[in-house]
């Protein structure tokens, strides 16, 4: 069976229980984004909502921080996303109060850049409650504006090459939006967002990641790698690093100051909203009008450094420091598209005028690239080796079993050999 099944029917007895406290009566629900044979757990169930009759401003007569009324006609379909708790890896202390925080703080800058309301407004919402409340009644959930729109990483491909540098300096407009939010005054640290008793906005704990906010961005990374060693020490191939002396090296590392040191060049004390998983995916898109609908997906944001925007995410427009970019990564991280690669393909080619493209719609609209953040390189040191600690496809279960184990090892060593000479770069210059 479906791992995501489980449970299908009452999370629908849920979200009807939901609908009901404000006096509404769903004509239809269809659950979106739901892949049938999904082998792990999703980190959301969303379903579109079709209402027997519209939602109003009198509906949420109540309303709740980093929320907005619907407008007085009323609208008469919702989305409801209910965060899963058995999704693995993630930390539900402050989930969803973390993704209404920071869409109200991405809407507000949008609104303010006099861009389209492109981040859904929040109606309603619950945190989560699990396992307190046992079962799905336990989930925190969010209620919000449907936007019309498809997943553009679908369109994309197919989009000409105007149509796509079109879109392109759409979303650089949004982003620019996105990281320019004005950070509240209570959110002092690094890490995600909460919402206190009085119903302000304050730093809160990852989703991602156990504890926090964390003092400084340096502490926010050591937290990041402990994770990752503690993800390694469940692996059953992984084993933690626990043999050679290897473990004993990243303790040490950890211990004393290591990621301070590797951080040494880096501003340290900037910090803008992340959306944290800005890709194609979470950007719908109408091809009728050639518009952006919707920004989705608010889920892992942080307030951090403007470069952990581009580690997590942009890798599908060229805008990402990530290996899919590796050819050109030395134009992303100097700024410099002047020149096109030699020997590039058909469809390189298009990728680069994309990353070009993108490259000088970011830097018109105001916001910071890759090329503007000092010690850039520094910062991706530490992703190398957070990535190296514990690959998805060493740690997860489902992913070893479709690996030989001559795949495995060769991905190990590879690992191991990165993690080493990382560790001895930093031992022997700091």
Same mark, same amino acid.
């Given at each position: 069976?479906?791992?995501?099944? !489980? ?9 009807q229980?939901? @609908?009901?406290?404000?006096?509404l ?39 709740q ?20 708790? @058995? ?12 993704d ?14 006099? @861009? ?23 989930f ?38 996105i ?15 909460t919402?206190?008793?009085?119903g #302000? ?14 003092n ?6 050591? #937290?990041?790698?402990?994770?990752k060693l ?5 692996s ?10 290897l473990?004993?090296k ?23 909203l992340?959306?944290?998983?800005l ?8 091809s009728a ?20 925007e581009? @580690?997590?995410?942009l ?5 990402g420091?990530h ?8 134009m ?13 393909? #058909? ?10 493209a ?35 496809e ?12 001559? !795949? ?21 210059h700091?």
């Open positions: 069976m479906n791992i995501n099944q !489980e449970g299908f029917q009452r999370r629908l007895d849920a979200l229980k939901i @609908l009901q406290q404000y006096n009566k769903s004509t239809q629900v269809t659950p979106i984004a739901y892949v049938e044979h999904c082998p792990f757990h999703f980190n959301n169930f969303i379903y579109k909502v079709d209402l027997e009759a519209p939602a109003t401003p009198a509906t949420f007569s109540r309303q921080p980093c929320t907005s009324a619907p407008p007085e006609e009323g609208v008469t379909t919702l989305v409801i996303r209910m965060s899963n708790p @058995l999704a693995e890896g993630l930390n539900n202390a402050n989930r969803v109060e973390n209404i925080a920071a869409q109200h703080l991405a809407r507000q800058s949008i609104q303010s850049a006099g @861009l389209p309301p492109v981040v859904p407004a929040v109606y309603a919402w619950a945190p989560c409650r699990y396992p307190d409340v046992p079962g799905e009644e336990g925190g959930w969010t209620m919000s504006e449907f936007k019309p729109g498809s997943d553009l990483d679908g369109q994309f491909p197919s989009l000409t090459l105007d149509d796509a540098i079109d879109v392109i300096q759409q979303l650089a407009k949004i982003f620019a939006a990281q320019g939010a004005k950070i509240p005054e209570t959110v002092t640290k690094f890490g995600a967002l919402i206190d008793d009085s #302000a906005i304050i730093g809160g704990q990852p989703p991602l990641l156990k504890g926090g906010p964390f400084s961005y340096a502490e926010y990374w050591v #937290a990041i790698l402990q994770a503690s993800e390694a020490d469940e059953s191939f992984l084993k933690g690093w626990k043999y050679g002396g473990r004993e990243i303790d040490k590392f950890l211990a004393s100051g290591g990621v301070g040191k590797v951080l040494e060049s880096v501003d340290t004390d900037k910090r803008v992340v959306h944290g998983d890709t194609l995916n979470n950007v719908l898109y109408d009008t050639k518009r952006i609908t919707s920004v989705l997906d608010f889920d892992w944001s942080a307030v951090t450094n403007p470069c952990d581009f @580690l997590t995410g890798w599908d427009i060229g805008g420091i290996e899919r970019n590796e050819k050109f990564l030395p992303l991280l100097s700024g410099d598209f002047s020149t096109q690669p030699e020997g590039l393909s #058909a469809d390189d080619v298009r990728k680069w005028e994309v990353a070009k993108w490259d000088k719609a970011v830097a018109e609209a105001g916001a910071i690239r890759p090329s503007d953040i000092s010690g850039v390189d520094r910062i991706q040191v530490l992703k190398e080796l957070e990535d190296s600690l514990c690959p998805f060493l740690a997860n279960e489902v992913m070893l079993k479709r690996k030989s184990n001559e !795949e495995k090892l060769k991905k190990k060593n590879e690992m191991e050999t990165k993690i080493r000479k990382l560790l001895e770069t930093y031992e022997n700091g």
